[in-house]
């Protein structure tokens, strides 16, 4: 099946600095990546959604300007996370999509882990 | 509106037992798709299996079979003679073609636990 990577799988930073977290699709093309946070013991919280070269549809009550979306190529969509504070810390996953039809799955990455102390 | 509810937070069962996964939805779309993935100890999500909502065929696919019920719009997950590596989350998602983006909408999850 197709493989989506996320890097870092995990990060520690302080409060008030940046974090940038990288998804790439592998052996596919990727119109469409999602980004979810995901809470412990909780349901996936799509945060936005990024078509390439195009800004990102960003879901409701989640800031723009604190999570910056770049879908740049086919391949490959950023998420990074400005002025992190502890409320941030979170499992951050992403996914993909081939094409645009509903009845295509999406595949995830693995995730990555942040803390921000 | 659209959601998904996942009524078992946590199940239990000892190995070798069945178990069913219960997804009832709620949707306007004449067309949507519906999804179970598998979310193990690792957090990385595997897609299981996804039904669209004009093929109410149920599903058998090894140890695993699924129960897609429009009357009641449910869609239900059975896994037969459960193994320890059945342990995860798993989460029912449902996509509708409406929405323009196709993005899913998760349920809440069950945690199911097989004990040795």
């Known amino acids: 099946g197709a493989v989506v990577s996320q890097h870092p799988s995990w990060v520690i930073c302080k409060s008030g600095t940046s974090v940038k977290i990288e998804c790439r699709s592998l052996?596919?093309?990727?119109?469409?990546m999602f980004w979810y946070r995901q809470f412990p013991k909780q349901s996936l919280m799509l945060m936005a959604t990024?078509?390439?070269?195009?800004?990102?549809?960003?879901e409701q009550g989640v800031e723009k300007d604190k999570f910056l979306i770049n879908h740049a190529s086919l391949t490959l969509s950023t998420l990074t996370v400005t002025s992190a504070h502890p409320e941030d810390s979170s499992f951050y996953i992403c996914?993909?999509?081939?094409?645009?039809?509903?009845?295509?799955?999406?595949?995830f990455g693995p995730g990555t882990r942040l803390t921000v102390l | 509106a659209q959601k998904v509810t996942q009524a078992q937070t946590e199940i239990s069962v000892v190995e070798k037992e069945d178990v069913t996964l219960d997804c009832v939805y709620e949707?306007?779309?004449?067309?949507?798709?519906l999804f179970w993935y598998k979310q193990p100890p690792s957090g990385e999500l595997v897609f299981l299996i996804r039904?669209?909502?004009?093929?109410?065929q149920n599903e058998i696919s090894g140890r695993y079979s699924w129960n897609f019920q429009k009357s009641t719009s449910s869609f239900n997950f059975t896994i037969t003679a459960s193994q320890v590596v059945d342990s995860a989350v798993y989460f029912c998602?449902?996509?509708?073609?409406?929405?323009?983006?196709?993005?899913?909408?998760f349920g809440t999850g069950t945690r199911l636990k097989v004990l040795a």
């Open positions: 996914s993909a999509r081939i094409g645009a039809s509903p009845y295509n799955e999406q595949f």
């Open positions: 052996d596919f093309q990727a119109t469409t």
């Open positions: 990024s078509n390439e070269g195009s800004k990102a549809t960003y």
């Open positions: 949707t306007r779309d004449t067309t949507y798709y």
């Open positions: 039904r669209n909502s004009f093929d109410e």
């Open positions: 998602a449902l996509s509708e073609v409406t929405s323009g983006t196709y993005k899913y909408i």
